[in-house]
């Protein structure tokens, strides 16, 4: 399944049928916006190639050897919407290699203009489904996985569309390092207990909070995103959730 941040809304929903005649892994939601400028149509036809991760062919054994120079350790942030948090950490921790995962293409756009503005060279960008990323890299190859404000889905009868379920949580433990990490934010509620059911009855991952403070509050040098400051002026308190890999 793959996941659309709410920075980046999908479109309308497709139909139950629709869903039933999908593969486990197909990508719910519009994956164009509004047109493309000129100069973004250019950064996806000419820069996104040399930055887009292949799972066509054979991964790398060594996800840290797809950055030049080679980085010190490898994230992953899935659904990246507008790209502030990402960038934010890219320019925070040059020596760690950052993996975007965004199947919108205005979000890709975006993000392409940041690096290209900001000259960032250790961000490389997957235009798909974060499930067939998980699945085609090595094993225990990345140090953190970061899901922020994903699209919640909130009836009932799309809850099977919410990136989170059981599949995709070993997935994750499948890519993670021993005390690795999987960060997850969200201002819905229910979300975030259906996040807490699938980590906690995992025995793959440990939830890290000690205190309330420790979900209550965004974790040391968070970048809010455009739609994390949006929740925060109507009210809305999120939860940030620190879940880490067993070894």
């Known amino acids: 399944m793959s996941v659309a941040s709410r920075d980046s809304r999908n479109g309308d929903a497709p139909s139950d049928d629709d869903i039933a005649a999908r593969a486990?892994?197909?990508?719910?939601?519009?994956?164009?916006?509004?047109?493309l400028r000129i100069h973004q149509t250019e950064l996806i036809e000419h820069l996104l190639p040399r930055l887009a991760l292949d799972i066509a062919g054979p991964c790398p054994s060594d996800l840290a050897s797809l950055f030049d120079p080679r980085a010190d350790?490898?994230?992953?942030?899935i659904g990246f919407g507008g790209g502030e948090h990402l960038i934010a950490e890219a320019r925070a921790f040059p020596k760690v290699g950052f993996i975007g995962c965004e199947p919108y293409v205005n979000g890709m756009a975006k993000i392409l203009a940041q690096i290209e503005t900001q000259d960032i060279g250790n961000i490389r960008l997957f235009a798909g489904d974060a499930t067939e990323l998980l699945a085609s890299i090595p094993r225990h190859s990345l140090v953190r996985i970061d899901l922020i404000h994903p699209d919640p889905w909130p009836k009932r009868r799309h809850w099977k569309r919410r990136?989170?379920?059981d599949a995709t949580v070993a997935a994750m433990a499948r890519a993670l390092k021993p005390d690795g990490e999987f960060r997850f934010v969200s201002d819905i509620a229910d979300y975030c207990a259906w996040t807490l059911k699938h980590l906690l009855r995992s025995a793959d991952f440990a939830w890290t909070a000690e205190r309330a403070a420790d979900w209550r509050r965004p974790w040391t040098d968070y970048t809010m995103t455009r739609y994390g400051r949006k929740a925060e002026r109507e009210g809305r308190q999120a939860a940030y959730l620190r879940f880490r890999r067993n070894g």
């Open 24 to 35: 486990p892994g197909s990508f719910f939601g519009r994956r164009k916006g509004h047109k």
């Open 73 to 77: 350790e490898v994230r992953l942030e």
């Open 163 to 165: 990136f989170v379920q």
